[in-house]
């Protein structure tokens, strides 16, 4: 028998949506030197994960291994500071941002932490560029979370990166719904679906889409 969604169930499953979200993002607390990196990257306008994003994030990490993280984008250090947690006490957190701001920012984040500098390698510069100079199969999990429209690009370099049994995760991978809508078909939607499907299609991933922040894509290396 065929079946059809009403409107209003629609409209409930949406509200349903929200309010698991919003309790999952409640169920977080952030120490004073998250929340501090948090306000700056306000103050200088750039995006942070959700506090719930970056807890999974440190999971990931954890879970992984974390000796060796690639993290493309820098920011203000929130989603460094989250994966740095989750991973060993002497893991090595790789960061590229094209803005060496954003980078000092983020290195008085992580030195508050307590972070030692042997445990960060901050490299301002393109990423695409930066990502064909790091080594094949090294890393245990590689966080994206850069402009969109370069999704594909650092989506084929992760994979390259990725040792066995390693992740990759692309951050604003639903674009606020956009992502999902048969209707948009922008500059910035057609590069998230291609890197969706460049991870869909690739038989060494087992990948899943997680309703977190602005949409998270994981996917683990065979």
């Known amino acids: 028998m065929a ?40 103050d200088i306008g750039v995006g942070a994960v959700t506090p719930a994003v970056g807890a999974l994030l440190s999971l990931l990490a954890k879970l992984s291994g974390g000796k060796a993280v690639v993290e493309v984008g820098t920011g203000a250090g929130v989603s460094g500071l989250w994966l740095l947690s989750g991973m060993s006490e002497d893991g090595v957190l790789t960061t590229i941002d094209i803005e060496p701001e954003h980078q000092r920012i983020a290195k008085q984040a992580f030195t508050e932490a307590g972070i030692g500098p042997s445990r960060m390698r901050l490299i301002s510069g393109r990423a695409q560029e930066v990502l064909t100079r790091l080594a094949d199969e090294s890393y245990e999990l590689v966080f994206i979370d850069a402009d969109p429209l370069d999704q594909p ?18 951050h604003r991978a639903a674009l606020g719904g956009r992502a999902g809508d048969p209707s948009a078909h922008d500059r910035e939607v057609t ?23 602005d949409g998270l894509l994981a996917a683990v290396r065979d």
Do not use: F, M
């Open 3 to 42: 079946s059809t969604n009403h409107p209003s169930d629609q409209a409930t499953s949406s509200r349903q949506a929200d309010a698991i979200s919003a309790h999952a993002e409640a169920s977080i607390t952030e120490d004073v030197i998250l929340a501090a990196a948090r306000d700056r990257a306000d």
């Open 153 to 170: 690009s650092y989506v084929v370099e992760a994979v390259r990166l990725l040792r066995p049994g390693g992740v990759v995760v692309v």
């Open 191 to 213: 590069a998230v679906r291609e890197a969706a499907r460049l991870i869909a299609e690739d038989e060494r991933l087992t990948p899943a889409l997680i309703p977190l922040g």
